[in-house]
């Protein structure tokens, strides 16, 4: 729903610090990324980079 928010109002750049796939270690969660998600997007291309303080951002969420 956020990368859906984020593309709909046309944000050209996103960072963020844990991906999908490092989450799913510590929580039960949906595994699509934003790129994936983006990719489906053509009307709002968008620069993605992740892993920004990745572990500090994993280490907030105790299973």
Do not use: N, Y
């Amino acid at each position: 729903m956020c990368m859906g928010a984020i593309l709909w109002c046309h944000l050209g750049r996103l960072v963020f610090a844990a991906s999908i796939a490092q989450l799913a270690t510590k929580i039960d969660q949906i595994m699509l990324s934003s790129a994936d998600i983006a990719a489906k997007a053509p009307f709002a291309p968008i620069s993605i980079t992740g892993g920004v303080l990745a572990d500090e951002a994993v280490a907030l969420f105790v299973k």
